[in-house]
C-alpha cells in the first residue's frame, strides 16, 4: 500500500490553487500534528501493521511543518507501519519556505529521500501573475540547495500554457531547468479551477491565454525538450530520468491500495473508498471515525473497472488488457471497435495484443478520450 498525508498549510492563496489549503497558523499545526498521529496510530493498528512501498507528505505546503513536526509523524509512521528502507518519502515544498538554514540538510535524516519542488515558472513576471510567494533566483536557488543537502531524487512541477506564454518561451524556460540537476519533472497545464480567483481573473476577459494550436505545440515541444534532457515521459505530466519516476503516483496510477491521512485526504483500500472531513477543525476534534471505513460505500466492479482505464490510460504503458478483463470479466475492445480504428487511424491511440495507450497527441486531448473506452 502507500501512505499519503497530506499537509493543509500555505502562507497565502496562489492565483490558480484549488487545493484544500489553510492559512499558516502556528496553534492550527499544533492542533492537526497530533490528530494527524492519531489517526496514523489507528490504521496502522486496524490494518494489521500494514507494508507501506512509499509515504508522502502533500500539500499544501509540507515544508512549513517543523522538523521536529515531520520527524514525530514519521516516527508514528515507523511505529505503526511497516516501512522498508528503500521506501520511497516525498515531501512537497515550496523555495520560500524551504531555504531557512538547516532545513533541507537535515530532512535526509529523517528518512525523507525524494524532494518536489513547487517551483512552476523560472519567470519573475509569471511567478508574480500566479501570486507565488519567490522569485525565480529563490527557485533556483531551492534548487542547489536541495542538491546540496543530498538530495539526488529532486522533483520539480512546472506550469506551462501561461497567459501570453508562447512556444519559444516555453523552450527557454524548458532549458532553463537543464543546469538545476533535476531528475523529475511534472509538467501541468495552467487550468480553471472553479472557485478560484483565476477563474474571476477570466471571466473579467482579461487573459491572454495561447490558443489551442498553440498549446498542443507547446505539448509535444515540451516531450521533446524534456526527453533530450533525459526525462522520459511516463504520464500525461510527468517525466523522469531512468529510476526516477514517483512510485507513490505510479501506485495511485496502477491501482493500489492507499491510505490517505490528514484533512479532506481520500483513501482506497481494496473496493473501499472514503474521504476525510474538509474542514480542519473537525477533523483535528474527531481524526479517527471508524464509521468512515465501515459504511463508506463500496466501488461496484463496473466502477472499479472504469477506473482502471482512467488511470491505466494516463500513463505512457496504457491499460492492461488482461487486467480488465481479470477485473470485469469483458473485453475492453469489444463494441468499440470502429471508435478504435478511427482514433488509430488519427494517431491518436494504440494497441497492441497486451495494452491500450494513448499517443502523445492522444494525451493531448485525453479528458475527452478517455471516457469514450468506459462501459
Ligand atoms: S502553495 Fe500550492 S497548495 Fe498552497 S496555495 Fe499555492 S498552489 Fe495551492
Known sequence: MHLYIHVPFCRSKCLYCAFLSWGYDPDLVSAYVP?????????????????????YFGGGTPSLLGLADLESILRTVRDHFAVSPEA??????????????????????????????????????????????????????ACRLARKAGFDNLSVDILWALPGQDEAKWRSELRALKGLGVRHVSAYALSIEPGTDLEKLDESGRINWPGEDDQARMYLQGLECLQAMGLAQYEISNF????????????????????GVGPSAVSCIGSRRWKNPSDILAYCASPVQEARFLYSAGLSLREQANELIMLGLRTVQGVSLAAYTGLSGEDLL???????AGLEARNLIAVDQERLRLTPQGMLVSDSLIPCFFH
Open 88 to 141: 520511497e518519502c516525498s515531501l512537497e515544498a515550496n523555495p520560500d519556505s524551504c531555504c531557512a538554514a538547516g532545513y533541507l540538510e537535515q530532512l535526509p535524516g529523517l528518512g525523507i529521500n525524494r524532494l518536489s519542488l513547487g517551483l512552476q515558472s523560472l519567470d519573475d513576471a509569471d511567478l508574480a501573475f500566479l501570486r507565488r510567494r519567490h522569485t525565480a533566483e529563490q527557485g533556483q536557488e
Open 334 to 340: 469489444a463494441g468499440h471497435e470502429d471508435l478504435i
Open 35 to 55: 490528530a494527524v498521529c492519531e489517526e496514523i496510530r489507528y490504521w496502522g493498528q486496524a490494518l494489521g501493521r500494514p507494508e507501506t512501498a512509499t509515504v
Open 240 to 259: 523522469a530520468g531512468p529510476g526516477y519516476a514517483c512510485a507513490h503516483n505510479i501506485g495511485y496510477w496502477q491501482g493500489r491500495d492507499y491510505l
